[in-house]
């Protein structure tokens, strides 16, 4: 592997499942979401159409309507386009460009997936993110010929940003040059250096061409020199099963089941989905933001009772005691001090036309609750073309801004579409603060204008997100910030 | 559909309750959905045609807010040509969990001249108008739909939460971004949401959650005799919504059907698959995709869907 070992990694050859029917073990088969990143002119939807192809999850008449496609637009007899498979609307086929999150699912014996398509230009960055945030693996694609370029940072950068907590760098189009594996070695390198100081984890790095189909699903002839898993032996072999018990508990009460039927009176039970976290019956658990305690004395299900309840796994919770509890609350363990408080320091995307304003009135979405609250200010900024910070001193002060004028010149301190920046929001009502960089599954928040509902930013709790993102050369690392930066 | 507790807990393993495979996250995801819209909107509706994704979509809800019963009504847009078979289904559904049924009916809005019958015969297009006016006069404000994203391409694109403003118009720019699973349902008045919790289903994982959950399907979803005659490719069901023409032959074949839609545009195909388990074998070894094979509205063009989705389509 040259840079990142992939220890651990179990590989057998993958199984197909595609037409194979009957006698498979889908039964016991996991799920796995992921991500792409990476351009189009990379070979991305080429790549995604060959894992849909390779794994047998094209069926005759897609097959035929995509070989049809190719020969109006004049392709040469022959190759099918499979790009083709994965441009969905008009636009996109008429532009050759992929304009929105699209998602795909193919699944072998092994293993289901869900594929996040994202696009890679710049200007779409609030889709890479929207992708990167359900993702366990993302696979950052580039060419072969260009090696590791800023775009490639960016997508790295977002991909460190969300917590992805799997990265494969595919490095595509390998048959254009010859399949030389001194410069596949360079690129990875490059890009795992890169990888260390965003903190991301170990990085696997597989030379392929989608075009061709070498090292996708099938191991290929042409690289001799590479012994490790195909991209597809990769996505069937990284573990994705979370050790729930490791982690915090914590439920979001979405729903209060009250049946008030003659057969249950009085039931009272709280539904959610385990967030993070095991929840056991005879649990202590704290209601926030009230802080109440109460122990669980049921899960209850559909089919039949629960003992205990592992995320991401949808439950009942009946507590000992008649509490006040509503959606919006969250259950924590008792004895676990969580943060909650009306302070809410988070890096945000932003995800809309308009500019941030500072001083709007927002509501800001954190788990099932939803509280109104005023965004003060934007107090950094990334730039995510050079990758640089900007900070500015705190001065909370409500200058009015032009949230017409598009230009950032116009508005040094306010965040346009796909600028990612940290804000400071005052809230009406205390929410749970959980540091998105260590609780994933509950420190993200919406920001939603109060107007016409539209989601303007998708943010990370915590203040610290941006400062892992700046780029440190390779030469000026020193290890002590990397240990401070909770690498 | 049984009506009672199911004996046999496949799902359920107390005590054991870890890892949990694909089926198992598809459904935690499912009911995770169906109460966000419980405790978020005001008007839910449950689109139940009796086809096997809104049956698959119903036994969601029922788990989600068991032991409560469904607290949504169920709408069917009835285009006047259902398979007997089917109706039957939905109203002993209906009767046995107690739900409200609404029905919005194509015969009613071609009777009021608010559509306009077309000359094949197909009334699939025709759902969008008494399905919008349905949702208005009852001012329904989240309509799940059993829609799925691996069905057709222009459906890739689809949110779990879809926005639809107050012509039920379908704008592909408008989408918001979903992140995590916060789910985004806030709207203006007049403007609804359309719910997809299955979408991230294929159509082998919906029938193998049929096989695992033991739920009930109409019988026109396993093979039998029926008289069929052929029509750009697909058997069709002699009936009286304009078929067979005088240059159609009717035969008595073994057919079932993959999809459950408007007579005039719901193809069967040969088959002799029994049970869902013989489906299942069916379908994971078929080379052609449900809407593919039996659909013959969606061969229109490419964008025929994209373009039916911004009409208000399901």
């Given at each position: 592997m040259g840079t990142h070992a992939t220890a651990g990694l179990t590989r057998p050859a993958p199984s197909l499942d595609g037409a194979a029917a009957g006698a498979d073990d889908h039964a016991q088969r996991d799920l796995l979401r992921l991500a792409t990143a990476g351009s189009v002119d990379d070979g991305k939807s080429t790549l995604i159409g060959r894992l849909l192809y390779d794994t047998k999850s094209v069926l005759a008449d897609q097959l035929s309507a995509v070989e049809r496609a190719t020969a109006a637009r004049g392709g040469e007899g022959g190759a099918v386009d499979l790009a083709l498979l994965t441009d969905g609307l008009r636009a996109e086929r008429e532009q050759g460009i992929t304009i929105d999150v699209a998602y795909r699912y193919f699944s072998t014996a092994r293993r289901a997936f869900v594929l996040a398509d994202t696009p890679g230009h710049v200007q779409y960055t609030r889709n890479m993110v929207t992708g990167a945030s359900t993702a366990e693996l993302a696979i950052v694609l580039v060419d072969a010929r260009k090696g590791v370029l800023e775009q490639t940072r960016r997508h790295a950068a977002l991909t460190a940003l969300l917590g992805v907590p799997h990265v494969v760098l595919a490095v595509n189009k390998m048959d254009l040059i010859g399949f030389d594996e001194a410069t596949f070695r360079s690129i990875s390198a490059q890009f795992a250096d890169y990888a260390r100081v965003l903190g991301l984890p170990a990085v696997h790095a597989v030379p392929l061409s989608a075009l061709d189909g070498d090292n996708v699903v099938d191991r290929s002839v042409r690289t001799p020199w590479y012994d490790g898993p195909t991209l597809l032996e990769l996505l069937e072999s990284v573990p994705v099963a979370r050790d729930a018990s490791t982690e915090p508990l914590r439920l979001p009460v979405q729903y209060v089941i009250r049946p008030r039927t003659p057969e249950h009176p009085d039931y009272r039970g709280y539904a959610g989905k385990v967030a993070s976290g095991v929840v056991r019956v005879g649990d202590e658990l704290r209601v926030l933001p009230s802080g109440r305690t109460s122990r669980v004395v049921g899960l209850d299900t559909f089919d039949g009772p629960l003992d205990a309840a592992d995320a991401p796994r949808s439950v009942t919770v009946r507590l000992a005691d008649d509490l006040d509890v509503a959606r919006g609350d969250v259950l924590v363990p008792a004895a676990e001090q969580v943060a909650t408080g009306q302070d809410l320091v988070g890096t945000v995307c932003?995800?809309?036309?308009?500019?941030?304003?500072?001083?709007?009135?927002?509501?800001?979405?954190?788990?099932?609750?939803?509280?109104?609250?005023?965004?003060?200010?934007?107090?950094?900024?990334?730039?995510?073309?050079?990758?640089?910070?900007?900070?500015?001193?705190?001065?909370?002060?409500?200058?009015?801004?032009?949230?017409?004028?598009?230009?950032?010149?116009?508005?040094?301190?306010?965040?346009?579409?796909?600028?990612?920046?940290?804000?400071?929001?005052?809230?009406?009502?205390?929410?749970?603060?959980?540091?998105?960089?260590?609780?994933?599954?509950?420190?993200?928040?919406?920001?939603?204008?109060?107007?016409?509902?539209?989601?303007?930013?998708?943010?990370?709790?915590?203040?610290?997100?941006?400062?892992?993102?700046?780029?440190?050369?390779?030469?000026?690392?020193?290890?002590?910030?990397?240990?401070?930066?909770?690498? | 559909m049984t009506t009672t507790f199911p004996t046999d807990t496949t799902t359920a393993d107390p005590g054991a309750a870890g890892r949990l495979t694909q089926l198992d996250a598809l459904e935690s995801e499912g009911i995770h959905v169906m109460r966000e819209v419980a405790g978020e909107f005001e008007r839910p509706v449950l689109l139940f045609s009796g086809g096997k994704d809104s049956i698959v979509m119903l036994h969601l809800a029922r788990k989600a807010f068991w032991p409560a019963p469904v607290p949504f009504p169920v709408m069917h847009v009835d285009t006047g040509h259902n398979f007997p078979e089917v109706i039957a289904y939905r109203d002993r559904t209906v009767a046995d969990l107690g739900l409200r049924l609404v029905v919005a009916s194509v015969q009613d809005a071609i009777d009021d001249g608010r559509v306009v019958e077309r000359p094949g015969g197909s009334r699939n297009p025709l759902q969008t108008v008494p399905l919008l006016d349905g949702i208005t006069a009852h001012r329904f404000d989240a309509v799940f739909g059993g829609g799925r994203r691996d069905e057709e391409k222009a459906r890739a694109k689809e949110r779990m939460f879809s926005l639809r403003d107050e012509f039920g118009q379908w704008d592909p720019r408008r989408q918001r971004p979903e992140l995590w699973d916060l789910y985004n349902g806030r709207h203006k008045p007049g403007e609804h949401v359309r719910v997809f919790p299955l979408s991230n289903w294929t159509e082998l994982d919906v029938w193998r959650y049929i096989e695992r959950e033991g739920i009930e399907l109409p019988d026109i979803y396993f093979t039998h005799d029926r008289d069929v005659f052929a029509r750009d490719g697909m058997w069709l069901t002699a009936g009286t919504w304009g078929g067979p023409r005088a240059d159609e032959t009717v035969e008595r074949r073994h057919v079932r059907y993959r999809t459950v839609g408007d007579m005039s545009c719901t193809g069967a195909v040969d088959s002799t698959a029994a049970d869902v388990a013989d489906v299942i074998a069916e379908v994971a070894a078929s080379r052609l995709t449900e809407r593919g094979a039996t659909r013959a509205d969606d061969r229109a063009s490419e964008a025929a869907m994209e373009d039916r989705k911004r009409e208000g389509y399901f």
């Open positions: 932003w995800l809309t036309e308009r500019r941030s304003v500072p001083g709007a009135r927002v509501l800001v979405r954190v788990g099932t609750r939803t509280v109104r609250g005023l965004l003060r200010e934007v107090d950094a900024r990334l730039d995510v073309d050079t990758l640089t910070v900007e900070q500015w001193d705190p001065v909370d002060t409500l200058h009015t801004i032009d949230a017409t004028d598009t230009s950032t010149e116009a508005a040094p301190r306010s965040l346009g579409l796909n600028a990612i920046g940290r804000v400071r929001l005052r809230l009406a009502e205390p929410v749970v603060l959980d540091d998105y960089a260590t609780h994933r599954r509950t420190g993200g928040f919406l920001v939603v204008d109060p107007a016409d509902g539209s989601t303007l930013a998708a943010g990370l709790i915590g203040p610290t997100l941006l400062d892992r993102l700046v780029p440190v050369r390779a030469d000026e690392r020193d290890d002590d910030w990397l240990a401070g930066a909770g690498i | -």
